[in-house]
């Protein structure tokens, strides 16, 4: 079974820094997607940035950047130039490139923004 | 502008009481999920519906839990009876599969749920 692991319960960064939030994952395929979403307080699930598996390329949106890492399993959200609205709930989340696939969560990571 | 739309936004009831949760997918869309998140357990995926078809629903406790999609507008997650164990929200999310690929998971601001 699929599984999806973020370590970091809660992080913090100094408004203005650089935060990378880790996510590993686990796997037998070799097609699939990789999205980390957002969810500030007011409950809103926001997709950030999504990566599918084949590109070798990590994806970039404005100051949001992942580390992709297939051999590694490992897929990790950089946060360049933190600003106070960035604080929220980050999760992971992983599917498979098949017709009748979830999306599989993983449990979070709380960020925290310090100005 | 496109969304996912629920109702109701916040719903407490008393144990044993029936709970009916609603969700309007993003027209067009032909995959409706339904997760529930707690602070404990993070979200979990209760069971998926594509072009109105259950897929999977083995997240789901059976013995009381129900869902379903009447029409392609539709979405209800019901709740019968309802426990104290079952407050968490609920979240629906739409997406189109095509030939070609997925597209993103829309979500609804969810059902904040709390049984007493």
């Known amino acids: 079974a699929q599984t999806v692991t973020q370590s970091q319960p809660e992080m913090s960064v100094q408004e203005a820094e650089t935060v990378t939030l880790s996510c590993t994952y686990d796997t037998s395929e070799s097609d699939y997607y990789l999205f980390w979403y957002k969810q500030p307080p007011s409950r809103q699930m926001i997709l950030v940035i999504r990566?599918?598996?084949?590109?070798?390329q990590n994806a970039t949106e404005n100051r949001f950047s992942v580390n992709f890492q297939k051999a590694a399993k490992s897929f990790s959200l950089k946060i360049s130039d933190s600003q106070l609205g960035d604080a929220a709930m980050y999760f992971c989340?992983?599917?498979?490139?098949?017709?009748?696939?979830?999306?599989?969560f993983g449990k979070g990571t709380r960020l925290h923004i310090l100005p | 502008d496109a969304r996912v739309t629920q109702t109701p936004r916040d719903k407490v009831t008393e144990m044993g009481q029936e709970v009916t949760m609603r969700c309007q997918p993003i027209?067009?869309?032909?995959?409706v999920f339904w997760y529930r998140q707690t602070m404990m357990q993070g979200l979990e995926l209760l069971a998926y519906f594509r072009n109105r078809a259950p897929l999977d629903d083995s997240g789901m406790p059976k013995d009381r839990f129900s869902a379903e999609m009447p029409d392609a507008t539709l979405a209800t997650l019901k709740i019968q009876p309802s426990e104290p164990r079952d407050s968490a929200v609920y979240f629906c999310?739409?997406?189109?599969?095509?030939?070609?690929?997925?597209?993103?998971?829309?979500f609804g601001q969810g059902t904040r749920l709390t049984v007493v």
């Open positions: 989340a992983y599917r498979r490139v098949r017709r009748d696939d979830k999306i599989i």
């Open positions: 999310a739409s997406g189109l599969l095509l030939m070609e690929g997925w597209t993103e998971a829309f």
């Open positions: 027209l067009g869309h032909n995959t």
């Open positions: 990566q599918e598996a084949y590109k070798q």
